[in-house]
Structure formats: C-alpha cells, structure tokens
C-alpha cells in the first residue's frame, strides 16, 4: 500500500540557517493557526533556553495539512553538538529539506547532515534562504558549492538532480527562480509533494516500527517516538521489544497511549499504520525503550538497523557545592538530589554518559561538547539547583597501543583584514591549516582547520576579540588522530580572594591595575574566590575587602572619585572555559562564581610549591 495521503520530511541545516523560521512559515500556510492567532516566531523552540540563545536542542515533530495531504516535518538542530538528533532522525522520515544560507553557502553541519541524508537514498529539497540579505550570492556561486559538495560526498544522480528554490523564510515565500520574487510557500508545498515519496508498506503484516527518539514526561515516563515501518500499531496491545545491535535484549511493551503529531499538539489515536509517525506509553513508563529498539508483533520478532549513538567525546566532573556560601541560594544542594537529578536526565537524554566519581559527592558527566554539556547545567540551575563544576576535558582513546584524542574540522568566516591575528592563535594551538579561499569579493576570508578539541576549549571567545566581533566560527567532530602532547591553553594568572567579605569601592580601585576584575564594589566573597585575571602566569592573592581608614583631613564624598574599570562578567560556558585543573565554576540559581578547589591560601600555596617541585625533578 502507498500512503498518497502522507509524507514525512525533516527539515536540515547548518546551525542559523533559518529550519525553526521557515517551519513557521509552513505552520502558518498550512493552517495550523487561526487568522487572528498571535503566535511568536521559533515557536518550535518551545524551551526557554531555545528561545534564549536561539538554538534548536532537540528534534521537534509538527505536522501540516495540504490539499488533503498531511505533511509531518521534523524540525532538527543545527549546533554539531545535537548532531546524534540528525542521526536518528534520518529513520524515520522519506525525504529533506537542505536549507542552506544564500550568503553563508554550505558549512561543516550543513556537510555532516547532508550525509546523513544521503547514506540514507533520501530525496532531497534544496532550499537556499535568506534571500533577502544584502550580501546573498545566488545565481550560480552558492549554487555551484551545494552541487560540489553533494558530488563530494557522492551522492547518486537523482540526488545531484534535487529541484532547487529560493526562499524567504522570515517572509514566508518561496520561488523556482532567482530572478522571480516568491508570494507564500506554495511552490515548496507543491515540491514536497510532487519529489518526496510517499510511504508504502502492507499494513496487515505483522507491525514494525523502530524508535527514533524519546521524550520523557514525569506522569507518563519515558515516550517512544517512530515511524511504522510495516503493520498496525493499536493501544491496548502488548508488544515485543528488540534490538538490532543488541541481540540479547527482549522484552514487551503494553501500549497504553497512542498519540500522533497535529499541528503543534498531539493528537490521541486507537490505531496507526504504516507511513505514520506516533508516540506512545507503556503500562511501565517504557523504563525499557532505547533509541534504537524495534517494536515488533509477538509472533514476527524482527529488529530494524540503526545507527549506533554516538560516543561522548567531552567529560565534566559536578560535584555538590562546598564553598562558604553553599545551601543559600540554591532549592537543591545535597548529593542525593543531585544524583537523582543527573539520571534522570539520562532517560531522555541518550547521547549522555554519568558514572559515579570518586567520591560520593561527585560525578563524571561526558557528552558530545561543551554546549551539550553547560546547557544541562544551565537546565539545572534554572530548576533551582546548586553545584560545583570542573573544566571540560576531552575523552582519549588507545588505538592500536598509541593515545589518540578527538579532532575538530573547525571552519572561519573572517574579514581578510583578521586573518593574520586569527591564524597566529590557531598556530599556537597545534591547528592544522586545510583550506583558505576568499569569499564573494574578498572582503571576507573562509578558513578550514583541523585541530585538536581540547585546543578550541576557551578559544571562541579570543576568536571574537581578534575578528572585532565579525568573525563566524563552526566546528564539527572529524575523528581521532594521534596525542599530540601538552599545548598550553591559558596564559594569564588568576587574581584571588585573600579573606572573605564585601568587596569596596577602595579595596577594587587599589587592586584593578593587576589586572582584569571579575567583580564590582558590594559583592560578597570568600577566600579562595577567584575575582580577576593577571596578563602572567601567577596566583595573585589580594584584598578587595579592604577599607579605607578615617583620618581628621577626609572629605566628604571621597571614595565616589575612585573609578572602577567595568567587570569581565562570563557567562556559563565562558566560565567553564575559564577555569583549570585546580579550578571550579560554583553553580547557583543566582550565581556563577569562579573559585580555587583549595580555598585557603597558606594550603593552596604548599600545593602550589610541591607541584612545582615534582615539576622541576
């Protein structure tokens, strides 16, 4: 049976490359919304820490109807460290939309997910967007890029022969032409419908269906979500459960809620067949269900292939919060609502690794980067709880007796005036230069490097100082290659807290010429507390604390003529990139502090002078 009724698309692209606002777009024209409904633009990215940093997380499933033809779109991330989402989702629809940045052209994401498509013989759409942009290169430049890379990653001649269209996602409108200004997204619901399949299965075989993703919800437990591949799913029914690279797992599932995808809600069904994409419960809350498993018919147990989830590349250590300040601003902060935070996150979360530190107060966190890994802190403090957090590390392997590390292929988009600045740094980190091509008129410069993780760790934010904040910069996880051996990655010193207090106007004002301050006046503190970085490599402790003394001749006013140089404040994951081994990043709902693991200076300077003499021998 053909289902000439449905069609399953995703929607994927480089990272702000315009998914979430085109699918807008195609909410909006496929009559998701009344005429009069106020509706706020991304409204995919449903999380506050989406709308935020403007970011797609996780793979959201929405479905649109057209000439009696329902469309489900999968609204996948952008960022490489949600790539793991992109993989999975490749199961379960039957074609792609490649969005791709009329002035950008294709970038490092936009290559990974194309493969993906590929390497699944899906029929692909090319849309280039942001049509609008002044500096947009279509006609023939950004054209001729997706074609040598769809030949580069050798797709098939129906592949290299996808209809191309011009859109306008924040206006809505799509066109077959350049030269022609488009009016709605008519042409690329008809190409939808006209070039990807649709799908086909006999719906009285015995059921397969292979889960894609999971949500997770705190009544229901963990939700399976796939597209039938064969047969008739019904609620009420029990099921076999098994796995394509796990062999020895078998179990059963009693689907207790059956839903599929309408509009932006779900919608409760007693039955769905094949093509379908549904979500379902179990009487267990599906403790049981993986990425990856099969749900199949008792009697016709067959596993569908699936790509394995991708190893964690990246390790963190969070621990419970033991500074001065610990338990005041945080809901959560004892060891055990920690743990129990962290797993649970691992039942919706499958890309993510926890294991047990070595003490009981802490633990090792490994994801697939360091935005993967600070947006789950993020989550956390915004739930009201508090924690110590180390610096990220990269994850080596032993390959054939020898260490190995993970490597990036990292791609600049610079002014050409900042390419000298920008490959002096990269030099310094053990980057290996690649390619290095002008773009449009030269004013601006495209660099590819392949580079060790580890080395990038801190290295955006030096990145956007020396491009002036013009600079555009993308990685994408390339493989393992060999260690190649200690690189320094910070070269400043680190100004510390010498005893706890309030910070003052004076005590800041006679300090600040040491360096850069991380703080401003009336700021508690404690001892141990990191407040500001020096241009050296040394621990500097000092007193921000201190006051200044009455004397018969002070006048009245005096300490408002004192002027402070404004604070670095860092966000999260600058803070995190900050910090090193000897260093934690304390987490509260309120604030982000940065701190030495030894808080008191007499000990913290016997390690200091110990580690150097090990050093020296």
């Not at 000439?4 to 807008?24: C, F, M, P, S, Y």
């Not at 209809?163 to 008809?190: K, N, W």
């Not at 991708?310 to 005041?328: C, H, L, R």
């Amino acid at each position: 049976m053909v289902r000439e009724d449905l069609r399953n698309i995703a929607i994927i692209a480089h990272v702000d490359h315009g998914k979430t606002t085109l699918t807008d777009g195609l909410l909006k024209q496929g009559q998701v919304f009344r005429d009069n409904q106020d509706v706020a633009t991304c409204v995919m990215d449903s999380g506050d820490i989406e709308r935020q940093r403007g970011i797609t997380i996780t793979a959201k499933n929405t479905a649109v109807h057209y000439k009696n033809v329902k469309i489900n779109i999968v609204d996948t991330p952008g960022h490489a460290d949600f790539g793991g989402e992109v993989e999975r989702i490749m199961k379960m629809v039957n074609g792609v939309i490649l969005l791709v940045d009329g002035s950008e052209g294709p970038m490092p994401q936009t290559r990974q997910v194309l493969k993906e498509a590929i390497a699944c013989g899906h029929k692909i759409i090319i849309c280039i967007n942001k049509i609008d942009k002044p500096d947009t290169r279509i006609g023939g430049e950004v054209e001729e890029e997706i074609l040598d890379l769809l030949c580069d990653l050798d797709a098939t001649d129906e592949q290299l022969d996808s209809p191309i269209l011009y859109c306008c996602g924040r206006q809505g409108t799509a066109s077959l032409s350049p030269d022609v200004p488009g009016v709605d997204l008519v042409p690329l619901f008809e190409t939808i419908l006209s070039h990807i399949p649709a799908p086909e299965g006999n719906p009285d075989d015995g059921v397969q269906m292979l889960i894609s993703n999971i949500d997770y919800n705190d009544f229901l437990g963990r939700i399976g979500v796939g597209r039938i591949d064969r047969g008739t799913l019904c609620a009420g029914q029990e099921y076999a459960v098994c796995n394509f690279h796990d062999t020895a797992k078998k179990g059963r599932v009693k689907i207790v809620s059956l839903e599929q995808f309408d509009g932006l809600g779900r919608v409760k069904v007693d039955s769905a067949t094949v093509g379908d994409i549904v979500c379902f419960s179990s009487a267990t809350g599906s403790a049981d269900i993986s990425i990856g498993d099969t749900v199949c018919s008792t009697n016709n147990v067959t596993p569908l292939e699936f790509v394995k989830v991708s190893e964690p590349t990246m390790e963190i250590t969070i621990g419970v919060n033991d500074s001065p300040f610990a338990g005041k601003e945080g809901k959560f902060v004892t060891s055990r609502q920690l743990r129990a935070r962290l797993y649970k996150e691992l039942l919706k979360d499958v890309s993510l690794r926890i294991t047990d530190g070595d003490t009981t107060d802490c633990w090792y966190v490994a994801g697939r980067g360091e935005m993967h890994l600070s947006i789950l802190i993020e989550t956390m403090r915004r739930e009201g709880y508090e924690l110590a957090c180390s610096n990220p590390r990269v994850l080596y392997k032993e390959i054939d007796g020898e260490k190995q590390e993970p490597m990036e292929r990292a791609l600049f988009d610079v002014p050409s005036e900042y390419v000298g600045a920008v490959i002096e740094k990269l030099g310094q980190r053990k980057g290996e230069l690649v390619t290095m091509n002008p773009i449009g008129n030269g004013a601006r410069t495209r660099i590819e490097y392949v580079i060790p993780t580890r080395c990038l760790i801190g290295y955006r934010s030096e990145f956007l100082t020396a491009t002036h904040g013009e600079g555009i910069m993308s990685t994408l996880f390339e493989g393992y290659a060999p260690f190649l051996g200690d690189i320094p990655m910070r070269f400043t010193g680190t100004l510390i807290a010498s005893e706890a207090g309030q910070t003052t106007r004076y005590g800041l004002y006679n300090t600040q010429d040491r360096g850069t301050m991380f703080i401003g006046p009336q700021v508690d503190v404690y001892e141990g507390m990191i407040v500001g970085e020096t241009n050296t490599d040394d621990q500097v402790s000092i007193n921000v604390c201190k006051e200044k003394h009455l004397t018969a001749v002070r006048s009245t006013g005096a300490d408002e003529k004192l002027i402070l140089t404004p604070p670095k404040i860092f966000s999260l994951e600058e803070a995190l990139d900050f910090v090193q081994d000897d260093e934690l990043v304390e987490v509260t709902p309120k604030n982000i502090r940065l701190r030495k693991k030894i808080l008191n200076t007499e000990l913290r300077m016997k390690e200091l002078m110990r580690i150097r003499r090990e050093n020296a021998k």
